[in-house]
């Protein structure tokens, strides 16, 4: 007959494996956790952004939203990451990072004013707005000396959209979502971009 100090030792051999097991079951699917939402991100980052007319008429774009931890941010996007560390602030303590690159056309003509500036230079004047751009200029010789300003609003908003997978309903978690829009109807978006750090 097995004694039991034997079958103290097995079951605490086999509570160990067990324990062992579970730990490294664990540490298998968060690599694997891992390695997919990289996988996602790298996928995310060469998709187009997808353009949207809302109800008010106004364009927006809308992507994926990113989520990396910080060394992944770094390897992934460096001259972002770069660009953060220029803020001086360190990748680790940020929460989230977004960049949006947009452009922005007014074709304009405007009428050429006579006038003359320390009594003796002849000069054309012009003066452009449009509630955006402010060009304000003057012709000397052959020189046009310009003062250029744009202002714009950008709104972004971040939320959870469609289910990854539809088909497990609640159980699949939704996709977090990037919208952006521009106040202004003749700017393009071209680039938008948010990251989520993981700590």
């Known amino acids: 007959m097995i004694s039991r100090r034997i079958l ?14 579970f ?3 664990q540490l298998w699917t968060a690599e694997k956790d891992n390695y997919q939402r990289v996988f996602t991100a790298g996928e995310v980052l060469g998709h187009e ?5 809302l109800e008010n008429g106004q364009l927006a774009s809308e992507n994926q939203v990113l989520e990396l931890k910080s060394k992944e941010l770094a390897a992934l996007l460096p001259e972002l990451a770069a660009e953060v ?4 602030v360190r990748l680790g303590k940020a929460h989230s990072v977004s960049a949006t690159g947009f452009t922005a056309q007014t074709p304009a003509t405007v009428l050429l004013r006579d006038s003359v500036i320390f009594d003796t230079v002849k000069v054309h004047l012009f003066n452009y707005q449009d ?3 402010s060009v304000q200029g003057k012709a000397i010789g052959n020189r046009q000396h310009l003062e250029l300003s744009y202002q714009d609003t950008l709104v972004q908003v971040v939320y959870r959209g469609k289910r990854e997978r539809p088909w497990l309903w609640i ?3 939704r996709k977090l979502m990037q919208r952006v829009s521009l106040k202004n109807p003749k700017a393009n978006i071209h680039y938008t971009q948010q990251i989520q750090i993981i700590h």
């Open 131 to 133: 509630g955006f751009f």
């Open 8 to 21: 103290m030792v097995l079951g605490i051999g086999l509570a160990l494996s067990l324990i062992l097991s």
């Open 23 to 25: 730990s490294l079951w």
């Open 49 to 53: 952004l997808t353009a949207l007319r």
């Open 171 to 173: 159980l699949s978690p």
């Open 85 to 88: 560390r220029a803020l001086n």
